[in-house]
């Protein structure tokens, strides 16, 4: 089965930085996107960043010039680093893989469970 395990979550202060990693861990045929999303109290889930096979990089306006994503293929891992953060900022960060199973012909997109970021005083 495949499996995502995200890590690097915690409590930061205003200003501060973390970041989450997501190792897509099992046996599948392929990769293609890696994303973050995340859920804040109160607000439907959103897309966060998004980064192709080939390193091309979208990132959701509230995030654009403080969170950066990046993946290394040979690793199967795609990370988050996230730059001087605010309270809104305060949410679960989760990952997402399209992946194309083992002997499927069509793409799913797995998630993993989810990591705590509260960025407070």
């Known amino acids: 089965q495949v499996q995502l395990v995200e890590s690097g979550g915690g409590l930061v202060q205003p200003g501060g930085s973390l970041t989450l990693s997501c190792v897509v861990n099992g046996t599948f045929a392929a990769l293609n996107f890696m994303n973050w999303h995340r859920q804040r109290p109160g607000k439907e889930p959103e897309l966060v960043a998004s980064i192709t096979v080939g390193g091309r990089q979208d990132y959701a306006d509230l995030v654009r010039g403080r969170f950066i994503i990046s993946r290394d293929n040979a690793k199967n891992s795609v990370y988050l680093q996230m730059n001087n953060l605010e309270p809104e900022d305060t949410a679960v960060y989760l990952c997402?893989?399209?992946?194309?199973?083992?002997?499927?012909?069509?793409?799913?997109?797995?998630w993993g469970q989810g990591t705590q970021v509260t960025v407070s005083s």
């Open positions: 997402n893989v399209l992946i194309r199973p083992t002997g499927a012909a069509d793409w799913t997109r797995y």
